[in-house]
Nanobody, 116 residues
Framework: QVQLVESGGGLVQPGGSLRLSCAAS????????MGWYRQAPGKQRELVAV???????NYADSVKGRFTISRDNAKSTVYLQMGDLKPDDTAVYYC??????????WGQGTQVTVSS
C-alpha cells in the first residue's frame, strides 16, 4: 500500500509562486513514476507534470516554462514549483504515483487558488 500526502496549496495572486510537496509512504520504488494532476471545477482531471525515477520529466503545454517538477528519492517526495501563476491554474492539485500495472495511487488533493 502507498499513501500520498500533499501540502503547500493556498491562495496566491496572479504572477505569484507556490511550491507543492507530496510525501509518499509505504512500499515505494525508485522506478515509480510520480506526478501532479489538477482538476478545476466542471473540468476533467488533467496531467500537469510527471517525473520518472531517473529524473525524466514531461509537462502539459500550459505549464511549460512556468512549473518545475522534481523528486527526492531518499525522502520519497515529489515537488511542484509553480511560478507566474495565472487564474486558469486554479484547481485542486493531486499527487499520483504509478506508471506500472497495479500501481496507481492518489493523494487527497490540495487546493490552489490564483486570484487578486
Amino acid at each position: 500500500q502507498v499513501q500520498l500526502v500533499e501540502s503547500g496549496g493556498g491562495l496566491v495572486q496572479p504572477g505569484g509562486s507556490l511550491r507543492l510537496s507530496c510525501a509518499a509512504s509505504g512500499t515505494i520504488f525508485s522506478f515509480d513514476v510520480m506526478g501532479w494532476y489538477r482538476q478545476a471545477p466542471g473540468k476533467q482531471r488533467e496531467l500537469v507534470a510527471v517525473i520518472t525515477g531517473g529524473g525524466s520529466t514531461n509537462y502539459a503545454d500550459s505549464v511549460k516554462g512556468r512549473f518545475t517538477i522534481s523528486r527526492d528519492n531518499a525522502k520519497s517526495t515529489v515537488y511542484l514549483q509553480m511560478g507566474d501563476l495565472k487564474p486558469d491554474d486554479t484547481a485542486v492539485y493531486y499527487c499520483n504515483l504509478g506508471g506500472f500495472p497495479g500501481r496507481n495511487y492518489w493523494g487527497q488533493g490540495t487546493q490552489v487558488t490564483v486570484s487578486s
